[in-house]
């Protein structure tokens, strides 16, 4: 009876090979590779993408990436503690926030961002429409982030702000000296794995408008395959994101396999 199961289980990873291998060598000869090379990889349109693409586009997409992590942050840690309060009222704004951001598509907070503040209420955001989307997204990575850190706050034992009370620290020293330190240890991983969502969520700023100087990697070769016709610049585009984001999703593997360990 083991060696038929045995058998069988060698007969199904050998169909699931060929049919793999089939596979690929159909699509290789059915592919037209001379149509695909000059729709996509043209050398002569690639170097006119550079150096804007590196220097304008890659570096906005990590400066709005930067900015709506900080901001998301900053404004997460104090929904998460608001979720945490003994006030009713705090719990159900944060309860509330939390749930709206989260349910609304991200597209749609950072479109009304972008013209609902300037426009419906005559608020002037630093930075234009940009500086506006920047705004709702940050407001839609604080709601995510705050459940994070709600979740590595209440993971910290119960033991270490008894212990800290007893040493005569008050409540708010101790969320933010003893609580909130080990809270982030935690949950760094996830935390690294919401920066590279938000990576590549800033293409969702092209709903805001740009210049020249303000284009993200997305919006810059979006314009760039218009003028040329040619898919070259797309392929530029999801290369850079690759470069930024593998070593960042490796990270954050690295990240959990110690934390794992020290379980």
Request: net charge positive.
């Amino acid at each position: 009876m083991s060696m038929r199961r045995t058998t069988k289980r060698r007969l199904t990873r050998g169909v699931l090979y060929a049919v793999f291998v089939a596979v690929v060598v159909f699509v290789v000869l059915a592919t037209d590779w001379a149509r695909v090379v000059n729709q996509f990889f043209r050398i002569d349109i690639a170097r006119e993408q550079l150096p804007q693409i590196i220097t304008i586009a890659l570096k906005n997409t990590i400066l709005f990436t930067v900015i709506s992590f900080v901001g998301g942050v900053v404004l997460g840690i104090v929904m998460a503690l608001m979720k945490l309060s003994s006030v009713a009222p705090y719990r159900w704004f944060a309860t509330a926030y939390v749930e709206f951001f989260r349910g609304v598509p991200a597209l749609l907070t950072i479109f009304a961002m972008a013209y609902m503040l300037p426009i419906a209420l005559g608020i002037q955001v630093p930075g234009g429409q940009v500086g506006a989307g920047l705004v709702g997204l940050i407001l839609v990575a604080s709601a995510y982030m705050a459940e994070v850190i709600r979740a590595g706050i209440q993971a910290v034992p119960k033991g270490q702000s008894e212990a800290a009370r007893s040493l005569g620290m008050s409540p708010t020293r101790t969320m933010f000296w003893v609580i909130l330190p080990q809270g982030f240890r935690i949950i760094i991983p996830p935390m690294t794995n919401e920066f590279v969502l938000l990576l590549k969520d800033t293409s969702l700023l092209f709903i805001a408008g740009s210049t020249v100087f303000t284009k993200e990697l997305t919006t810059f070769s979006r314009d760039a395959l218009t003028t040329t016709a040619n898919g070259t610049p797309l392929i530029m585009a999801a290369m850079l994101y690759l470069i930024v984001t593998i070593p960042l999703t490796r990270l954050v593997a690295v990240l959990e396999r110690k934390m794992a360990r020290q379980r």
